[in-house]
């Protein structure tokens, strides 16, 4: 056993004689104990590992004459020592490769066609919005939120449960108010779980599927590759497609996800830009329900919140300070994908997103029948209705903003509800779906935004939301009825 | 088996607690749990086999970075317990982004006692400098070159004997999706444990 408490190996990568002797200089200085060897913490010194310089500047009394070597060592060479470190390893690395390894040439032919039309923006863009349409558009939305939606809210839940848990509850219970904590308007069981069951699973399940499928299929890196050049311009890199889009599923699940960037810069600018414009699949589904009668009025929409997403995003490039991001990313793969994965995949995503919106929604719906016993619910509705009428909207439209609160998709499934009732225009419901899409988040994901960012940057950004969001709504009502547009 | 826990990052401190390791040799070999840690860069297959050698089920994609958190779980193999953590990506042991920070902070803290090096087989030369550092590092490696049978598929021969007795390190050819493999893996694991306790 060596002196560090772990076996000899005998095999050693060989540097050049100067880092060689900076190596041995810096390794007879080190005094401390580290898991790592002392000739790994001397390589890392010397590549100016941050974390490891720290660590020795307060265990080694030596550290100034370390600093020396290092100091010395890095003026001899005119790239970074990282950079010359790495190309010394990997040289030797190819050197061990070569010994042992033969390629025969096979080319691919299809593999390699694939790959090139779905990278190249010509072909890149039209598969792109291929996908969409079928993935999202036609799964999700027409299949998902239409046919699904129908099926379980219309069919099972509105002419069958909802009268019964009413009529149940009306005979076993004999205070009002507690019958409309369970059931009748806005109940938990007659709204909350109405809503995660039969407008929101659905929704939620087909995009995990859609989203699955191409995750296995290794077309999401790329999207990457082929979006690459877009998103430098709002400040992040074709990593970031892949939190992007797994916003268009959960933008709580996303915010998580979007730890996988590479700065802090970065990681800023996509939960805000998650937050502000990336509407979730569950919101995205029951939007494209509303809209999807009105194409017009989908174009609107989208080419609104599209706009924004881009603007807000180039702003935050200029305003936000840090290094900007150079991309590199494995290209996995084309690989047919398998179904037993899938169908795992999509029921684990599915019940991690079930697991964590049902206490929101029987949350939301408790605390919503509390505001409409003591009347703070009525007194939000009232006092808000002079933003509502800037916005264009009813007054009875608060209480979808009100739901938003709760969760995104709340908000957006009472805003179903609404116009079921045929209550709004064509430019009140693309204002009010506007409005809603760019919304504050929902607490699940403000919480996460917390967690990951810190209370500073997650305030900020709300704080930031809000008032814009409401902008947003009123310039393009504004906008849509100087135009005198109807959608 | 089939256990699972998650834990998100932890901030970066580490101390050196090695001697805590080495003040156990009282206890016999087989009753300590062993520390296996899976690390390798994204999207090479660490979480199949770490579903594979426990036993239990994390989300698996064809996509970089799916694992952002450590993922722990325990399997036991010739009634010797392991502890299985699987790590997110890291191309370098110089890290640059947070996920890479978190596992080199888990490989400097853990103390591993096997350290899995999963690298795809289509990519190796991009990925052996890794091998070379974790060796240069110390820690007591296994070098798993996976999706052997894709690379064959290309037309690519490694000589995965040759290459063990050049790093002096077991070598072992997975196809994990295939669940190909995975037994030599594991008897390399219980050999290597062997001969290191002795």
Known sequence: ?487 | MGRKQKETKKPVKFLNKRSSVKNEPSQPFKQRKMKLVLVGTPNVGKSVLFNLLTGSYVTVSNYPGTTVEVTRGTAKYNQQTYEVIDTPGMYSLLPITEEERVTRTLLLQEKPDVVIHVVDAKNIERMLPLTLQLLEAGLPVILDVNMMDEAEAIGRKIDLDKLSSILEIPVVGTAAALNRGIEQLKRAVMEYVKKRVA
Request: glycine fraction near 6%; hydrophobic fraction near 50%.
């Open chain 1, 1 to 487: 056993m060596s002196k560090s408490g772990l076996p000899d190996l005998d095999f050693n990568l060989q540097y050049d004689e100067t880092i060689e002797n900076a190596l041995d200089g810096i390794e007879k200085l080190l005094k401390a104990r580290y898991t790592f060897s002392k000739r790994m913490i001397a390589l890392l010194l010397l590549q100016d590992d941050e974390e490891i310089i720290k660590m020795a500047k307060l265990r080694e009394s030596n550290f100034p004459r370390i600093f020396a070597i290092i100091q010395n060592t890095r003026s001899k060479y005119k790239d970074p020592m990282r950079y010359v470190i790495t190309l010394q390893c990997h040289q030797q690395a190819q050197d061990v490769l070569s010994t042992v390894m033969t390629d025969r040439k096979q080319s691919t032919h299809l593999q390699s066609v694939l790959d090139r039309i779905t990278i190249q923006p010509i072909t890149g863009i039209p598969i792109l919005l291929i996908v969409l349409y079928f993935g999202l558009y036609k799964f999700v939305g027409e299949f998902g939120a239409g046919t699904l939606v129908d099926l379980i809210e219309g069919k099972l839940f509105e002419t069958h449960i909802n009268p019964w848990v009413n009529q149940v509850v009306e005979n076993l219970i004999p205070w009002h108010s507690l019958q409309t904590l369970l059931a009748f308007d806005y109940g938990i069981i007659t709204l909350g779980l109405r809503y995660a069951v039969a407008i929101i699973l659905p929704i939620v399940g087909t995009f995990f599927l859609a989203f699955s499928l191409l995750e296995d299929s290794g077309y999401l890196p790329r999207l990457a590759l082929l979006v690459d050049r877009l998103f430098k311009k709002i400040g992040l890199n074709g990593r970031a497609v892949i939190p992007m889009t797994l916003g268009f599923g959960c933008d709580t699940m996303a915010t998580l996800v979007s730890r996988t960037l590479e700065t802090n810069r970065e990681r800023v600018i996509a939960t805000l830009l998650l937050a502000l414009a990336i509407p979730c699949s569950a919101q995205l589904g029951v939007i494209l329900g509303l809209l999807s009668a009105r194409p017009l009025a989908l174009a609107v929409w989208a080419g609104f919140v599209i706009l924004v997403f881009l603007l807000v995003g180039y702003l935050a490039a200029q305003v936000i300070p840090g290094e900007k991001p150079a991309f590199y990313m494995e290209l996995p793969p084309l690989r047919l994908p398998r179904i037993a994965n899938i169908l795992e995949k999509t029921l684990s995503r599915m019940q991690w997103y079930f697991l964590e919106i049902i206490p929101f929604f029987i949350l939301a719906s408790v605390l919503i029948w509390a505001g409409k016993i003591t009347g703070i619910f009525d007194a939000f509705i009232h006092t808000s209705a002079p933003l509502m009428a800037a916005l264009g909207l009813p007054p009875q439209a608060a209480e979808v903003f009100l739901f938003g609160f709760f969760r995104r998709d709340y908000g957006a499934a009472g805003l179903y509800d609404l116009q079921k009732l045929g209550a709004l225009s064509g430019v009140q419901i693309v204002v009010a779906a506007v409005t809603l899409t760019l919304f504050v988040p929902c607490i699940a994901q403000f919480a996460i935004m917390i967690k990951e960012r810190g209370w500073k940057t997650a305030l900020a950004i709300a704080g930031f939301i809000f008032p814009f969001a409401f902008l947003c709504g009123i310039v393009l009502n504004f906008i849509l009825t100087l135009l005198g547009v109807t959608l």
